[in-house]
């Protein structure tokens, strides 16, 4: 949202990131950046069979600060999110006791559930406000695959409203075995590898991840001396009460969402210089991003590069959209357009500017979509600050 009188500017100060990759940012860019493929034959811990899944890492370690004695005792999900958020303040320069202030908050989306798998019984968002000391509101939103999205989304309008000085937004996903296999039998998840976009489309590989970003009043930001990472320019949430609950909206609400984080932003399409797409190799998910930039962008449909996290770390659900987040502040720190990795050939009339190999790029402005099962769609504006804003 553009400042003026009144207005509070969201800012971003800190990232963190779990992937398949492992623990952190570098990992996680680096396998994006190379455009190598995710995915591997796993069995989770509570089955006996294998599936084809981005899963963590097998040496995988949770963050040093988190202490031993409570490690054991948190589930994979958990784990995640504490070391993806512990992470993303260390970033801000902010200590895990920062938390305790009425003017601090956290905003969680919740993690993907297969039907009938019983809900969390302590929501990640709780678990890491308590190991954060958080005092502000703490709250958890759903949205499926739109989840984490929402989250950062309720952060921005937390700062606008001065409801909080600094929170901490993101959400994590683990994988059970009831999960992948309702994604199986609803025919979402691929039996190869995932090529979003490409004409070889054939399902999604799903992932665990966890990604949250520290989301600040920008005057705060500098009065603290914090680096500014981004500038949160634009935020745009719409429902499409059409959509059935393991359905996604097609490409006139997927360009809705994009329309009203640009207008929010007061940005036209020829400013983004970069689309961090939610596509994962759903043929619906794929057509309804690729039709829903091209009548949202129109003739700049052709210019504004297109990538997406998925097919190199998997598709992780509900922290799918701050994987992506994460994505779009790297690429934007590193002045470079990621390539999708295994984009080979685009679907007849789904021609856009799509990146193949890793380039050199000016990128101020990047438009981040998501695309939520049952009807719940956020997209997000972030703008490079224009100087290096260290107070």
């Given at each position: 949202?553009?400042?003026?009188?009144?207005?509070?500017?969201?800012?971003?100060?800190?990232?963190g990131?779990?992937?398949?990759?492992g623990?952190?940012?570098d990992?996680?860019?680096?396998?994006?950046?190379?455009?190598?493929?995710?995915?591997?034959?796993?069995t989770?811990?509570?089955?006996?069979?294998?599936?084809?899944?981005?899963?963590?890492?097998?040496?995988?370690?949770?963050?040093?600060?988190?202490?031993?004695?409570?490690?054991?005792?948190?589930d994979?999900?958990?784990l995640?999110?504490?070391?993806?958020?512990?992470?993303a303040?260390?970033a801000?320069?902010?200590?895990?006791?920062?938390?305790?202030?009425?003017r601090?908050?956290?905003?969680?989306?919740?993690?993907?559930r297969a039907?009938g798998?019983?809900?969390?019984?302590?929501?990640?968002?709780?678990?890491?406000?308590r190991?954060?000391?958080?005092?502000?509101p703490?709250?958890?939103t759903?949205?499926?695959?739109?989840?984490g999205m929402?989250?950062?989304?309720t952060?921005?309008?937390?700062?606008h409203?001065?409801?909080?000085?600094?929170?901490?937004?993101?959400?994590?996903?683990?994988l059970?075995?009831?999960?992948?296999?309702?994604l199986?039998?609803?025919?979402?998840?691929?039996?190869?590898?995932?090529?979003?976009?490409?004409?070889r489309?054939?399902?999604?590989?799903?992932?665990?991840?966890?990604a949250?970003?520290?989301?600040?009043?920008?005057g705060?930001?500098r009065?603290?001396?914090?680096?500014?990472?981004?500038?949160?320019?634009?935020?745009?949430?719409?429902?499409?009460?059409?959509?059935?609950?393991?359905?996604v909206?097609?490409?006139p609400?997927?360009?809705?969402a994009?329309?009203?984080?640009?207008?929010?932003?007061?940005?036209?399409?020829?400013?983004?210089?970069l689309?961090?797409?939610?596509?994962?190799?759903?043929?619906?998910?794929?057509?309804?991003e690729?039709y829903?930039?091209?009548?949202?962008?129109?003739?700049h449909?052709?210019?504004?590069?297109v990538?997406?996290a998925?097919?190199?770390a998997?598709?992780?659900?509900g922290?799918?959209?701050?994987?992506?987040?994460?994505?779009?502040l790297?690429a934007?720190?590193?002045?470079?357009?990621?390539?999708?990795?295994?984009?080979?050939?685009?679907?007849?009339?789904l021609?856009?500017?799509?990146?193949?190999?890793?380039?050199?790029?000016?990128?101020?402005?990047?438009?981040?979509?998501?695309?939520?099962m049952?009807?719940?769609?956020?997209?997000?504006?972030l703008?490079k600050?224009?100087?290096d804003?260290?107070?």
């Open positions: 949202m553009t400042s003026d009188a009144g207005t509070r500017q969201a800012v971003v100060t800190g990232v990131v779990v992937s398949t990759r623990s952190g940012v990992p996680f860019w680096g396998a994006i950046a190379a455009g190598e493929p995710a995915g591997r034959m796993w989770p811990d509570d089955s006996e069979r294998s599936f084809l899944a981005a899963a963590l890492p097998d040496d995988y370690r949770a963050h040093p600060e988190i202490p031993r004695n409570l490690a054991h005792f948190l994979r999900g958990s995640l999110a504490l070391d993806a958020a512990l992470q303040i260390a801000a320069g902010l200590g895990t006791g920062a938390g305790d202030s009425r601090f908050g956290l905003t969680d989306g919740l993690a993907y039907p798998q019983p809900t969390l019984f302590v929501p990640y968002g709780q678990l890491v406000a190991a954060l000391g958080v005092r502000g703490v709250t958890c759903g949205g499926n695959e739109s989840a929402t989250a950062i989304a952060a921005v309008n937390m700062v409203r001065n409801q909080v000085d600094v929170v901490v937004a993101g959400a994590a996903q683990a059970q075995s009831n999960v992948l296999e309702q199986r039998s609803q025919g979402m998840s691929t039996m190869d590898l995932a090529r979003p976009f490409d004409e489309h054939t399902g999604m590989m799903p992932a665990e991840g966890a949250y970003i520290v989301i600040e009043d920008e705060t930001a009065e603290r001396g914090a680096t500014i990472l981004a500038n949160i320019a634009g935020v745009g949430e719409v429902f499409d009460p059409g959509v059935e609950p393991l359905d909206s097609d490409a609400d997927a360009g809705r994009m329309q009203a984080a640009l207008a929010d932003a007061s940005f036209l399409q020829n400013q983004v210089d689309i961090v797409s939610c596509a994962d190799g759903r043929e619906r998910i794929d057509f309804a690729g829903g930039i091209k009548r949202t962008f129109g003739r449909a052709y210019y504004a590069g990538t997406t998925a097919a190199s998997g598709h992780a659900l922290a799918s959209g701050p994987l992506s987040v994460a994505l779009a790297e934007m720190r590193q002045q470079q357009a990621p390539p999708i990795a295994g984009f080979e050939q685009h679907e007849e009339d021609d856009l500017a799509y990146i193949r190999e890793l380039r050199a790029e000016h990128i101020d402005c990047v438009l981040v979509t998501s695309l939520g049952g009807g719940t769609n956020v997209s997000l504006v703008q600050p224009e100087t804003q260290r107070a």
